[in-house]
């Protein structure tokens, strides 16, 4: 399977990281790179549609200019490097280009907004993730931009893990990933039984091609928290979490995995598709 990287660029410094990222994917995995950047057409309220238009172009062309100078600058691979200016709805553009690709992947940096640290791919909220329902990965400014060993993946036993997107996703990090490790948080309101089954069953399901292992963080979610933190800081890799779980639909455990895991721990995150 061919890989494309959907690198969305919005020419902050955060930028960087994303293109050593795909540099580094390009090298080691073979992977196709896409910049995409999104233009809006800023003109004043008063400006008649010709000149919008005129306005819209123009923006346009100087993006175009500096994808392609980043090219230049960063020594992408030229003959596997292009680039795409959007000035419609980012994740419909994304759905539609991604029907054309079976391995493309959307790669998006992360910012940090004060008081509150959040999810963002280039300009666009967290949203977009559940809007483009595609493979996404997202890299702190800080974060390693290898291919990783490992992949930390949450689970719950409501929400059966996307096997065909995980599939995907392995196939596309071969060789370099060998260890996978499930965890789980295991509320009051939680089937304790339940949780140690579908960890133990999913194990299973992988141990005869990667070294595996599952762990349960037990308690309310505040108090297992730092729990968590000391468990994936303390490994290297990636965390995985399925759009659509209770991970990303939960307020707090979002606000904790973004501030404490991804952001300011540098914890790259990879989201499945539901």
């Known amino acids: 399977m061919q890989t494309t990287l959907f690198v969305l660029i919005d020419f902050s410094p955060a930028s960087a990281t994303l293109l050593e990222f795909a540099r580094n994917w390009s090298r080691l995995l073979e992977a196709d790179i896409r910049l995409v950047h999104q233009v809006y057409g800023m003109a004043p309220v008063l400006t008649d549609a010709e000149s919008k238009l005129a306005l819209l172009q123009a923006e346009q062309q100087e993006a175009e200019y500096k994808l392609q100078e980043l090219i230049r600058s960063c020594e992408l691979p030229r003959h596997k490097t292009t680039i795409a200016v959007t000035a419609g709805n980012l994740a419909g553009y994304l759905r539609q280009e991604l029907q054309l690709f079976t391995g493309g992947i959307i790669v ?157 721990g540098s914890l790259p995150l990879i989201v499945l598709p539901a």
């Not at 995907?168 to 996978?180: A, C, F, G, R, S």
């Open 108 to 264: 998006t940096g992360l910012k940090g907004t004060s008081p509150l640290k959040q999810l963002f791919i280039g300009s666009t909220p967290l949203k977009l993730i559940e809007e483009a329902d595609q493979l996404v990965i997202a890299v702190p400014a800080h974060a390693s931009t290898l291919p990783p060993h490992t992949l930390n993946v949450a689970l719950h036993y409501k929400h059966p893990i996307n096997q065909a997107a995980f599939a995907q996703l392995l196939e596309q990090l071969q060789p370099h990933v060998q260890t996978l490790n499930f965890f789980s948080v295991v509320t009051a309101n939680d089937d304790a039984a339940a949780t140690t089954a579908c960890l133990e069953e999913t194990s299973q399901a992988y141990a005869t091609r990667y070294h595996t292992s599952n762990y349960q963080f037990v308690g309310e979610q505040e108090q297992v928290f730092n729990e968590i933190k000391n468990y994936l800081q303390g490994r290297e890799g990636y965390l995985v979490v399925q759009e659509g779980s209770r991970t990303l639909r939960d307020q707090l455990f979002r606000r904790f995995l973004i501030n404490d895991l991804i952001y300011d």
